[in-house]
Structure formats: C-alpha cells, structure tokens
C-alpha cells in the first residue's frame, strides 16, 4: 500500500481543513486507516483511526469532537475533517495503513501497529 496525503495548509484558529490521503493497491479496502501528527521536537502523536469497513473511529483525547475521520473505498481515500482548529494543532499530519489487513487492535494509537505511511502534509493554524 503506497499513501499520499495533501490538503494541509496554513489557517487561522478557529478554522477549518480537510486532508486526504490517497492510496494505491487493490486492497486499501481491507486495511485500517490511521492519521498521526508530529510537531517540532516532539514524538508523533495519534490523531484519528477508522477501521477498514468505515464502521468503527477512534480519536486521540486532544482532537476528539473537533476531528473526524472518514473514508470512501470506492476511491481509496481516507479523509481527516479538521475543525475548530487551534494552534497546537500545528504539526506535520501523517496518514497510514495499518500493518495488517482486517486487524483488530486495541493498540491503535502505537505507531507500531502501522506498516505503511504517507510522506506527510504541513497544517499550521495561526493564532
């Protein structure tokens, strides 16, 4: 599975983004999808995960009713809805594939449990 995510950009706080993140390969369909951030000097953090169905999203404590995480598989995209942006939602966002396909984990939020990633989008929310 080959991503590519787009759609970042610069905003003000209070604001909203969507991101996207395209993927190659048949079988995006039977993989869970992830959205991770990374700010400047600071580890890569969970932001959103939907399962491979579209049934089930989790999202990280700092996004939750701000962030939605959606996908069409039809189109092999996974979408970020980013809302009521603040500016520590600064950072560089990251989609990836879970490593394995149809995995359920209760791990979701590790990077560990994801095998293949986007090169990254820049989204800054200015004050």
């Known amino acids: 599975v080959q991503l590519q995510a787009s759609g970042g950009g610069l905003v003000q706080a209070g604001g909203s983004l969507r991101l996207s993140c395209a993927a190659s390969?048949?079988?995006?369909?039977?993989?869970?999808m992830g959205w991770f951030r990374q700010a400047p000097g600071k580890e890569r953090e969970f932001v959103a995960r939907?399962?491979?169905?579209?049934?089930?999203?989790y999202y990280g404590d700092p996004v939750k009713g701000r962030f939605t995480i959606s996908r069409d598989n039809a189109k092999n995209t996974v979408y970020l809805q980013m809302n009521s942006l603040k500016p520590e939602d600064t950072a560089v966002y990251y989609c990836?594939?879970?490593?394995?396909?149809?995995?359920?984990?209760?791990?979701?939020?590790?990077?560990?449990?994801?095998?293949?990633w986007g090169q990254g989008t820049q989204v800054t929310v200015s004050s």
């Open positions: 939907i399962s491979w169905s579209g049934g089930r999203s």
């Open positions: 990836a594939a879970d490593r394995t396909p149809r995995r359920f984990t209760s791990n979701y939020a590790s990077t560990d449990e994801y095998g293949y």
């Open positions: 390969g048949r079988t995006f369909s039977s993989y869970d």
